[in-house]
Every structure is written in C-alpha cells, then in structure tokens.
C-alpha cells in the first residue's frame, strides 16, 4: 500500500468525508501528513487507537498559550548542528527530519518533515565533537526516524561511531518497525551490528500497530542480537485506559520489546486533545502495577518544558502545587519548575 500524504488521499482512502476536507487544509498547511501503508492497513475506522495517531483534525488549529515550538528543549542544548548534549554521558544525534508516518502529537512537530538529513560534513562535525569529549558513552540516533537512511548510510554511520573510542553504546529512536516494517532488511539489520551495544527503542502507542509484518520485523532485530526497548506517549483517546496499555505492553514483550518509557504527552503545539493530566497519568500506572509484571512495566516520564530534561512522574520529583491542576517539578539537577495540566 502506498503511504497517504495529503488530505485528498485521505478522502480517497475512506479516512477523511469529502465534506470535512476543505476544513482540514490549513492543518495540512501547518503540519505535514504522512499514514505509511503498514499504519493504512493497521487502521479499521478513523477514530481508533491508530487512525487517531495519523489522521488530522481540526482540534490541532487550537493553539493553548502554554504550547511551545520545541517543548522539550533541544535547542537550548545544541552544541553542533544536530546534536543536543543535555546529560553528561549521552547525546542524541538528529540524522534527519524525515519520518515514514507524521504523527499528530509529534513533539518535534514544528521540525519534522522538512527534506533533508544532516549531511556528510555536518555528520562529521558533530561525531568530532563526541571524539573529544570522552565522557560521552552513548551516541542515541533520532530525527525524525533514522531508519529512513538507505542501509548504506547507516552501515556507515555505525561504522563511524563505533570507530570512537570512548563510545560503548549506540542506541537508536525509531517507529520504522511497526509503522514501515519492510524497510528492516538483513541489509539494514546487519549494517547495524559494530563491536557496541545497540539498543533499539521502539516507539508505539497501541497494540493494533503490531501487525505481522512487524513481528517479523522485530523477530529479525532480536535475532541479531539487538536490545528491544520502548516509549510510548499517553494518548487521550488512544491509549488512556488501563485494558489498553495492558494489551499494549504484553504485546510489546510478546516480540520481546521491554516497555521503557510511558511519556506525557508534551506541550507541542495543537496537541492538547491527546494530552491527559499528570493525575490521570499516575492513577493509571497505579492501576497497572500489580496486575502486570514488573518487565512489563514503563517508566512514567515528563519531560519538563523548556530544556530542563525528563524525570519520572513521582512524589520524588513531581509534586501538587497549590492550585488544581497545577504542579512543581524537580529537575535531574535540582531546579524547581511549575507546570499546569490542560484545561477542561
Ligand atoms: C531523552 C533524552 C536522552 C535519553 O535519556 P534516557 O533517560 O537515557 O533514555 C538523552 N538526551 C536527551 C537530550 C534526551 O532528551
Ligand atoms: S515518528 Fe517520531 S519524530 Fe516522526 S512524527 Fe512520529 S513522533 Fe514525530
């Protein structure tokens, strides 16, 4: 199936009513669509746990004021084109802006997209700066979706890293997987192996996205002796309830993927109808502890707005601030933040 990128091939595939389009065109001008055709065929009605996940809609027009282009900070961090060096010991490494689904909730929403991968020289500049700086033990790859290089590039990237001394792990964020399974070749998956641990953190929010071309997928990753581990964003509306993530997360270690991360939902632009209150979020890991093993457990994580990185989402770090709704967050380094869950 080809991937849908335009509300014309929405209405075309079923997804969108005709009568619906023309409203949608200014969420099309301001936010790049993209349903790749694994993700097409996941989709039985618009409004499920998937077809939420990449078909537009009008809610993403409204802007909260508390909204930002770059939620998480990686900006602020950003010593060398492409590379945000917030903790000590890893960096993470945009290879690309592209992706093979554009998700609506997608924190990187104002970024993704565009055309273009970090080139050859920028690579090369940015990789300098990890060989210099021997604390960095951790290269993690992300984008935009790495896994959208040609095996090529990426047998060659690999390379270069794990031609860094200092470096032990490389660790790469992607959704390519379940959302674009075909493109894990034995060529991709080869290219992939160095003398460093490589960890794979998959990205998927609901078990529908496992479909059979996935598990392959996943089964040859594993095979090759690649640590599988997760994130998932809490999504209103598509994975907000304890059956779902208890279905997500025995699916992901069916195909031996530990969950890692549960994220919430961050402060990206048009983006406040999938975002759940920091309680709702803890009520539901409570409720999961105890019916699910430990291995099948995440991390309820947030990333606090601004730059300041992500702490769990625990009286250690996040506590109620005075208001209803309103939250003092701790960073990794001790400073205080206020945070204030969405209206409704
Ligand atoms: C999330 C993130 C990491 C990885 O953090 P872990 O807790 O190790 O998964 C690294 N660098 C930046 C800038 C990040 O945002
Ligand atoms: S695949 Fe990742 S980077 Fe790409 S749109 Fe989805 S969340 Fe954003």
């Known amino acids: 199936m080809k991937a849908a990128v335009s509300v014309d091939d929405l209405v075309r595939e079923g997804l969108v009513d005709a009568a619906e389009a023309p409203a949608l065109l200014p969420v099309e001008a301001e936010f790049r669509i993209r349903v790749s055709g694994a993700m097409r065929g ?36 950003s010593p060398v084109k492409g590379l945000t060096h917030r903790y000590p010991d890893r960096v993470i490494l945009h290879v690309t802006k592209t992706c ?27 990789l300098d700066y990890v060989a210099v700086n021997p604390a960095i033990r951790e290269v993690i790859l992300t984008g935009g979706d790495p896994l959208v290089l040609s095996a090529r590039r990426i047998r060659g990237l690999v390379e270069r890293i794990a031609a860094i001394p200092g470096v032990e792990t490389l660790r790469i964020h992607t959704r390519v997987p379940v959302v674009a399974p075909e493109r894990v070749t034995d060529e991709l998956v080869s290219g992939l192996g160095s003398r460093l641990t490589t960890v794979l953190v998959l990205h998927a929010n609901h078990a529908a996205e496992f479909t059979e071309s996935a598990r392959v997928a996943l089964r040859r990753l594993d095979g090759a002796g690649i640590m599988l581990l997760s994130q998932s964003v809490l999504l209103r509306g598509v994975n907000d309830s304890v059956e779902t993530l208890e279905h997500l997360f025995r699916e992901m270690l069916r195909c031996r993927v ?74 990794w380094q001790g400073g205080v933040h206020d945070y204030r869950d969405p209206n409704r």
């Open 42 to 77: 996941a989709i039985s009605a618009p409004d499920d746990g998937v077809g939420r996940q990449f078909i537009p809609s009008l809610q993403e027009l409204d802007v909260k004021p508390e909204e930002m282009g770059d939620p998480i900070g990686d900006d602020a961090h």
């Open 100 to 126: 093979e689904v554009y998700c609506r909730f997608c924190f990187r929403r104002e970024t993704v997209g565009d055309d273009g991968h970090l080139t050859e020289a920028e690579v090369i500049a940015a």
């Open 258 to 331: 530990k969950p890692y991360y549960l994220h919430h939902c961050d402060l990206a632009k048009g983006v406040s109808h999938f975002r759940t209150t920091i309680g709702e979020g803890v009520a539901l890991m409570k409720a999961l502890r105890g019916r699910l093993a430990g291995v099948l457990l995440p991390t309820y994580v947030i990333d606090i707005p601004g730059g300041f990185g992500k702490v769990p989402v625990n009286a250690d770090y996040v506590t109620p601030a005075d208001a209803p709704g309103a939250w003092r967050i701790t960073d």
